[in-house]
């Protein structure tokens, strides 16, 4: 679906309505005082944001705070916007012209919905009858166009892992890089046994466990390949390709939306009002704990001279 047929299936939300879902997100059983859990409030308003005071300890909270939207100064009606554009795995730069915000803005929209997605993904474990397969993302584009660029650091090993029904459905799916610092030097074998370590239930028995040869899908019909091929896919046409460092992040949102599908909207909401923000530092890993040093000119030149 191209960006203007996109554009044309974006709602309007007024804000009452998304306070109204986003209440209902956060507190499902309705509002519990997050100091004592007294379940009544006084609306008040203070610096022209809504507040909610406890009748019982006069603790005040905010709508959006413990939320991902926490801090937040974008609109709600943009957020659940972006909530909406989720389901079609749109880039930051065309959200950003569908619900007219700045790039940053909507690229820190995304990764927020996407650490959403990643509590999501990590409170739901593989269990039942798994297929594995194991692939290396980036090789089959850097063999076609640039053939001497590969090496270990140009590949990232991943594992495409799915609880299958007996007729071969997808009941759960997972697509994970591999955990290890150094992946290059682990045999396949040792790369799908940390994968069902890590992901997957502790009820999982090793004769329930199917590895599918990615090289002619022999001895199972599977449809992890065409799974995998989707999601090379739409990283390639869709961001030109992700490096390592949020691959993990693009490759959830890609189980999220393909397991979901026409239940993502709701399922994203009630992940968003339970899962704690994260900062744009935190994302982007510029957190450091060192200052930057600004050099007197006079000293620099000094410098110079005595180098000379």
Same mark, same amino acid.
């Given at each position: ?198 992901? !997957? ?6 004769? @329930?466990?199917? +590895?599918?040869?990615? *090289?002619?899908? &022999?001895?199972?019909? %599977? /449809? ?54 994260? !900062? ?6 510029? @957190?450091?704990? +060192?200052?930057?040093? *600004?050099?007197? &000119?006079?000293?620099? %030149? /000094? ?6």
């Amino acid at each position: 679906m191209g960006g203007r047929a996109i554009g044309e299936t974006v709602p309007v939300y007024t804000d009452e309505d998304c306070e109204g879902a986003l209440l209902m997100a956060k507190w499902p059983a309705g509002y519990r005082c997050p100091r004592c859990a007294h379940p009544h409030w006084y609306d008040v308003v203070a610096r022209g944001r809504k507040l909610y005071e406890c009748r019982s300890c006069g603790h005040q909270t905010s709508l959006t705070a413990g939320t991902i939207l926490e801090g937040t100064r974008t609109p709600l009606h943009k957020w659940f916007q972006a909530m909406h554009l989720m389901q079609f795995g749109i880039s930051a730069k065309l959200l950003a012209e569908l619900i007219s915000v700045t790039y940053k803005t909507a690229w820190l929209i995304n990764h927020k919905l996407r650490h959403a997605i990643d509590r999501w993904d990590r409170e739901l474990p593989l269990e039942g009858n798994l297929q594995l397969l194991g692939e290396f993302y980036g090789y089959e584009y850097l063999q076609h166009i640039s053939p001497s660029s590969l090496s270990e650091a140009a590949v990232q090993p991943v594992v495409i892992g799915a609880a299958v029904s007996e007729c071969g459905d997808i009941a759960h799916l997972k697509i994970k890089k591999d955990s290890k610092e150094q992946p290059s030097r682990s045999t396949e074998a040792e790369t799908l046994d940390r994968f069902v370590r890590q992901h !997957t239930s502790d009820a999982i028995v090793p004769r @329930r466990v199917a +590895a599918v040869d990615r *090289r002619r899908n &022999r001895g199972t019909t %599977s /449809r992890l390949p065409a799974v995998w091929q989707g999601a090379i896919r739409w990283l390639a046409w869709t961001f030109g390709g992700i490096g390592p460092k949020h691959l993990q992040a693009y490759l959830n949102e890609y189980c999220f939306r393909y397991l979901l599908r026409r239940d993502l909207l709701v399922e994203l909401i009630g992940m968003c009002g339970a899962t704690r923000t994260i !900062t744009y530092p935190d994302l982007t890993g510029n @957190r450091t704990g +060192a200052q930057a040093i *600004r050099w007197r &000119r006079h000293a620099a %030149s /000094r410098g110079a001279r005595k180098v000379s």
